[in-house]
């Protein structure tokens, strides 16, 4: 995965870290983060797990989608981790294929 992608990546971690309902605009940078990923990474797995992920950060950074999920925030913030990591996963063993190994990828843990 290129530095930019992998920027991206740290900051939507940053974003699911951060309380929900941040609202709109974070959401649009969500959306911007995950195109930018795709555009480094052209593969239609990814772009599978990218779309996931938007629909998943849509219920975690709109207020009137997750204050459905009031009784169950922790469990919402360890979905969108996980796909966050399923994006990162995805990105890296594109890579790892094509015999660009890539070495945070381990330390990521």
Do not use: Y
């Not at 555009?39 to 239609?44: E, H, I, Q, R």
Request: net charge negative.
């Amino acid at each position: 995965m290129d530095a930019k992608s992998r920027h991206a990546v740290h900051q939507l971690r940053q974003l699911a870290h951060g309380l929900p309902g941040a609202g709109e605009q974070e959401f649009w940078r969500v959306t911007g983060l995950c195109q930018q990923i795709h555009a480094a990474n052209p593969n239609p797995q990814l772009l599978i797990r990218l779309r996931h992920l938007q629909a998943i950060m849509k219920d975690w950074l709109l207020p009137l989608r997750w204050q459905g999920h009031e009784d169950a925030l922790d469990p919402l913030r360890a979905e969108v981790l996980r796909c966050i990591d399923a994006v990162d996963d995805c990105a890296c063993f594109e890579q790892d294929a094509a015999g660009e190994v890539e070495p945070r990828r381990a330390a990521r843990g």
